[in-house]
């Protein structure tokens, strides 16, 4: 069993920043991609962004330049460092990672999500 760790969520202004951490722990072997997604009242789920093993990351254009997502392999973390918040950022955060685990296959586990609140 894989458990997930989220952490980070608040209140903050606009134009503030914050910094979400997601830590994976139980029976892994592997963590291929690792993801952050939100969900905003009324809207769907959205990507957020994307960081492959290797670091290689992708970030929604809505985001871009102001996100930016990291990870540290050795404790199994995924972090999303949000500056320049903006009150349309607000929204239930979740963290995503693709584990090779005890049952020797591929699946996919999500955070239990982080409430950001942007408003002044």
């Known amino acids: 069993q894989v458990q997930l760790a989220e952490s980070g969520g608040g209140l903050v202004q606009p134009g503030g920043s914050l910094r979400l951490s997601c830590a994976a722990s139980?029976?892994?072997?592997?963590?291929?991609?690792m993801d952050w997604y939100r969900q905003a009242p009324g809207k769907e789920r959205e990507l957020v962004a994307t960081?492959?093993?290797?670091?290689?990351?992708t970030t929604a254009d809505s985001v871009k330049g102001r996100f930016t997502i990291s990870r540290d392999n050795a404790k199994n973390t995924v972090y999303l460092q949000m500056n320049s918040l903006k009150p349309e950022d607000t929204a239930v955060y979740y963290c995503?990672?693709?584990?090779?685990?005890?049952?020797?296959?591929?699946?996919?586990?999500w955070g239990q999500g982080t409430q950001v609140t942007v408003s002044s």
């Open positions: 960081i492959t093993t290797g670091g290689r990351s």
């Open positions: 139980g029976s892994i072997f592997s963590i291929a991609d």
């Open positions: 995503k990672v693709h584990v090779f685990g005890q049952s020797l296959k591929w699946s996919d586990y």
